[in-house]
């Protein structure tokens, strides 16, 4: 018997939303959020957000403010969530066009700050894996030249020693 998948969107603290094929049932939902989960129905669409019923409690990062029909927060995610579908009973996968309006919706990575009783929303800056990576290649290159300066050092010391 094939085992059913759906396509989600997955959205962690400080990143950007990723799509992910997931198989479907609670199992696979709870380790997505790490833990029990809770459906949050805040949008006209059809679509749930799944995240750790826990989340607050477990002091989990903040993730995504919930706005009000006035852009005022009314909640703020916390922990890994992910968007799903919705059937008339059932979580299911995305299609493409809600797919891409909740990757555009929650693409920005926010913080968040608490000022004279008001919750202010901020973007945070998402990783650029470009960068990311070019980044740490230029780390990688540079720990290899200080690794071979050192070994060349090592064995220029070995060789000029006459007991090893």
Known sequence: MAT???RVLVVEPGKRP??????????????????????????????AIVCNE??????????RALLDENGKVYDIIAGTFLVVGLTEDNFCGLDDTLL???QTRFRQPETFVYINGHIKVGAAEAPDRDKVSAKAKNNRRQNMKRSNKNNSVSLRAQRSNPYP
């Open 100 to 102: 891409e309006q909740f």
């Open 4 to 6: 059913e998948t759906m």
């Open 54 to 63: 826990e989340g607050k409690l477990l002091e989990l990062p903040l993730n």
């Open 18 to 47: 990723v799509v992910r094929e997931m198989q479907t049932g609670l199992e696979p939902l709870q380790a997505a959020v790490g833990g029990l989960i809770e459906a949050v129905y805040p949008f006209e669409e059809p679509v």
